[in-house]
């Protein structure tokens, strides 16, 4: 129940229609008995000042940012927590008084989600990353931290792709702007927003019928839970790693954030997984079977 004591916590975006955080947020707090709530904003760039200065007036605790506001949310911070500078990213936002402090979970969520739900080493894989935004900067990055053999970015707009091939010339992992190409062990990371808005099948790979061994397919979108890229994927054998993991370790770490206190993360998969199946977000034609994982 709200009462007077409450304080909020958003999450900043447009769209938010998919969005899973206020479900988990919420059922957090109530496990953890804080008087918090969280709370779905549609904020665009051009009103994300305004907006995170009216939520410091109105005594939020933080918020979260998706799309589109993750790079916009860099030059409005008081300070920033690494890595969110060397990711030029921002997801998370902690209010202490009138500052504003920066944080990106995005790329600890994802290697939590690979060793928890796939468990091999990263060393000296060959990536294929499809997109160039702030979710495939980050998950570039965690990739590097981990040495993996090289690095090769496939997106539309390759300018945007050569600046994130720019952005990890420190790392010292081999990065390039190629075309699509297949190889032993390859981790393939979908880093796109295709195939998230609802019932939409589109895919932006269309595998080979026959694929390397080794090959481990990764998509960032979590609803739907299984995408066609995700789907054709494990129809060829490969293993595959939806983006469920990482949303729920994202949300693990801004609670920390947020809070100080670690929140139970089997209650926040819960939670999500129940959310996910009650709106039927199995994309047509899927086989039930044919799970992540698979």
Same mark, same amino acid.
């Given at each position: 129940?709200?009462?007077? +004591?409450?304080? &909020?916590?958003?999450?900043? +975006? ?14 957090? #707090?109530?496990? $953890?008995?804080?008087? *918090?709530? #969280? ?12 907006? *995170?200065? %009216?939520?410091?007036?109105?005594? @939020?605790?933080? /918020? =979260?940012?998706?799309?589109? *506001? ?6 409005? $911070? ?12 921002? =997801? ?9 402090? +920066? ?39 965690? *990739? ?10 496939? =997106? ?21 702007? %190629? @075309? ?5 062990? $390859? ?11 609802? +019932? ?16 481990? @397919?990764?998509?960032?979108? #979590?609803?739907?839970?299984? &995408? ?5 994927? /494990?129809?060829? %054998? ?7 993991? $990482? ?24 939670? @999500? ?7 039927? /977000? &199995? ?12």
């Amino acid at each position: 129940m709200i009462g007077p +004591g409450t304080r &909020t916590v958003w999450v900043l +975006g447009s769209p938010l229609g998919h969005t899973l955080s206020p479900v988990m947020h919420n059922a957090a #707090y109530r496990a $953890m008995g804080l008087d *918090l709530v #969280y709370l779905p904003a549609r904020v665009g760039s051009r009103d994300l000042r305004a907006a *995170l200065e %009216g939520l410091s007036v109105l005594g @939020a605790v933080g /918020c =979260n940012l998706t799309l589109p *506001l993750k790079q916009a949310a860099l030059g409005l $911070m008081t300070r920033l927590e690494p890595p969110a500078a060397e990711l030029g990213a921002v =997801n998370t936002v902690r209010f202490e008084g009138r500052s504003r402090v +920066g944080f990106n979970t995005d790329a600890q969520g994802w290697l939590r989600s690979w060793d928890e739900e796939v468990g091999q080493p990263l060393e000296g894989r060959p990536v294929l990353l499809l997109g160039a935004g702030g979710a495939a900067r980050a998950v570039a990055w965690a *990739l590097a931290s981990r040495r993996v053999a090289r690095i090769q970015v496939v =997106n539309r707009d390759s300018e945007r792709a050569r600046r994130l091939v720019a952005s990890l010339a420190r790392t010292e992992v081999p990065c390039r702007v %190629g @075309a699509v190409e297949f190889e032993p062990d $390859m981790v393939v990371v979908q880093a796109t927003s295709v195939g998230m808005v609802p +019932g939409d099948d589109a895919t932006c790979l269309e595998w080979p019928e026959e694929v390397p061994p080794g090959v481990v @397919a990764c998509d960032l979108v #979590y609803r739907p839970r299984q &995408t066609r890229f995700l789907r054709e994927a /494990c129809q060829r %054998g490969v293993r595959t790693l939806g983006g469920l993991g $990482m949303l729920v370790h994202q949300a693990a770490l801004a609670i920390e954030v947020f809070t100080g206190q670690s929140p139970c993360q089997a209650l926040l998969r819960r939670v @999500a997984e129940e959310a996910l199946s009650s709106d039927r /977000c &199995t994309a047509p034609g899927v086989d039930p079977g044919c799970a992540d994982g698979c």
